[in-house]
Structure formats: C-alpha cells, structure tokens
C-alpha cells in the first residue's frame, strides 16, 4: 500500500479529486492518500500559501497528486507550481496528448500520440529579472545550464527508448539565441549519441508550431525549454480537445507531483460541473510511474468506454451529466 500526498486545491479542485479517488476505492488501487492543501484556500484559512505540513508530506511520501491550484494574484506571491518544481528540482514537465475516440477535435481523425518534455526550472522562468526604473527597461534573463539542459534532453530521449517511441524532436530558438539556444542543441546532440536508435531532428520553435498545425502526426516526442515548452504544452492539448482531458506531470530524480493541468474555475466549483478526466489521466499516469500498471490500464479504459457514450459526460464533453453521473459511469465501466 503506497502512501501519496494529496493536494485538492481551489475551486473545482475538490471535486475532480473526490472522483479520482472514488474511482481508485472502487478499482481496489492499493495506495492510501494523506491529504494536504494550498492555494488560495489555505491562505485565506491558515495566513500560508503552502503549508509545512504539505512540504513534509511530500518529502516523505515523494509522490503526489494535485488538483489546480490558485496562487493569488497582485500580492506579490510566487506561482505555488513554480515554488514547488524548482525546491525539488522536478525538472521534468511531462504532457502527453493523444487523440481519443469519444473527445472532440479538429484533429479527431489523425492518430495523434505525442508527449511533450518541457525544462521545467530554468529558462525564462527561472525568476531572474531586473528593472531599471530610470530608464524604463526590464530585463529577463533566460537562463539555461549545461546540467539542466542534458537532464531534460536525456529524459526525453530515455523516455523513447523505454516506451518503444522512434522519434525526438528538439524544439529551439538557437538560430536568435545564440548562447542559450545553442546550449539545447548541444544536450539534446549529446543525448542523440546516446540513443542511436531514436531518430532526432531539430526544429526552430515558429516552424514547430506552424508545423504542429499542419500535421501533428509526425510528431513522438518533443523536447524543448521552459517557455516554449509551457506554449506547446497547451498547444498539443488544444490538438486533442484541450486542457480538461489531458494529463501532466512534474517528475525529478527522487519526486514526482502528478496534476491536472487546467485552471481551478471557480465560476462553475460546487454545482457539479467539472469534468474530472484530467486530474484522472494525471492519476493514471501516477500509477504507471510507481508500477501499477494493470491498475492503470483498467481504469484507462473504464474511461475510454465512458468517454464514447455522450450521455454519461459532463457537458464539456458534449453531454449533460454532473461530475459524480460521469465518475460512477467509469466505476459501472471498471472490468468491462
């Protein structure tokens, strides 16, 4: 019995992981949740955006699930994701997008199945700015390490060649950023040599995008910084119906913080709304990460038999039922 830390949240938060682990009580996982908040809801009740008692529960159990979080603004707090990935150095974004019978898209009939590697620490967001009042100019420094580029480079290229993937495509700017794109390049050529047998190419970030439009297909796995990568990331998702139906993942050497990648709209949180699938697929991707894989798969397709019957999905999807309605169809699902 694996003990993980669980993060609800804000707003709709609670509710897609109430269905999260009723699925998981139904499907018998065997792992046991120890529940910890933040956000904006911990704030406003305890005066801590993110408490101690959730850093020493993710220091002793090294894996979590998390639900969106609000970090609040204008008061000068960080992005509580930010914090967290660079305290444990989770410098893996991790965001597969895969098209799936039963979910909308324009892209619905392509066969899409990618999975994005994102540097998750350094880059643009590694918090480095200045502004010089005076003159009226800010400064943002991107910052990218020879380290930090080859562990993520690695990681993608390790990941291919675990999971059976043929392709790595490095998604850069080095043809502008001399210096720090050409630190990317660098890695991800290293990485290459290492894995001769993953096929890799290398594309400049405005043909990726332009290319990612045209024809997703070609795309395996991407590969890029941190910046881009948070661009791509929703970009990919948008391919496959966007944001409440994919997964995404925080991984680093000795952690990994599993979570739903979308916001925590408030507007719709209590009336039975939200569409659980993300967070769900987060939960999922949890289960392989720690070996639970016949779990994982029976579960998954509980979902996907859900998923392609219209009147069990909650309206995002097309259809008209409430969160628990579409949580107790995957658990009827289970075994099928």
Not at 91 to 98: D, I, L, T
Not at 102 to 108: D, F, K, V, W
Not at 210 to 217: F, G, H, S, T, Y
Not at 220 to 235: A, E, P, Q, R, W
Request: aromatic content about 6%; overall charge negative.
């Amino acid at each position: 019995m694996q003990l993980i830390t669980l993060i609800p949240g804000d707003g709709i938060g609670p509710e897609i992981t109430q269905a999260v682990t009723d699925i998981f009580a139904a499907a018998q996982v065997p792992v046991q949740w120890e529940e910890q908040n933040a956000g904006q809801t911990t704030f406003d009740q305890s005066g801590e955006l993110i408490p101690q008692a959730l850093l020493t529960s993710l220091e002793k159990n090294r894996v979590a699930l998390k639900g969106p979080i609000t970090t609040p603004v204008g008061k000068g707090f960080r992005s509580i994701n930010v914090t967290l990935r660079q305290k444990y150095n989770l410098y893996q974004n991790v965001r597969p997008a895969k098209t799936t019978q039963g979910i909308a898209s324009r892209y619905a009939d392509s066969g899409i199945d990618l999975v994005l590697f994102r540097e998750n620490t350094e880059g643009l967001y590694a918090g480095l700015e200045v502004f010089d009042e005076h003159n009226g100019i800010a400064d943002s420094i991107a910052r990218n390490t020879v380290a930090g580029a080859r562990q993520i480079c690695r990681a993608a290229f390790a990941y291919a060649a675990k999971h059976g993937r043929k392709k790595v495509t490095l998604a850069h700017k080095a043809n502008i950023l001399k210096v720090a794109g050409k630190v990317m390049l660098d890695a991800a050529q290293e990485a290459a040599r290492e894995f001769p047998q993953i096929q890799y190419e290398e594309k400049i970030i405005d043909n990726m995008c332009m290319q990612l439009v045209i024809r997703p297909e070609q795309f395996d796995v991407i590969v890029t910084t941190n910046l881009f990568g948070d661009i791509l990331s929703d970009l990919c998702a948008g391919l496959v119906g966007g944001l409440g139906v994919v997964a995404g993942a925080n991984i680093g050497d000795d952690m990994a913080i599993f979570e739903a990648v979308h916001g925590s709209a408030p507007d719709i949180a209590g009336q039975g709304k939200a569409n659980p699938t993300a967070l769900l697929r987060s939960a999922l991707m949890m289960l392989y990460h720690i070996g639970e894989h016949e779990q994982a798969n029976k579960i998954e397709k509980a979902l996907e038999l859900t998923l392609q019957d219209k009147s069990k999905c909650t309206g995002d999807l097309g259809g008209q039922a409430s969160t628990s309605e579409f949580t107790q169809a995957i658990i009827d699902n289970l075994g099928k």
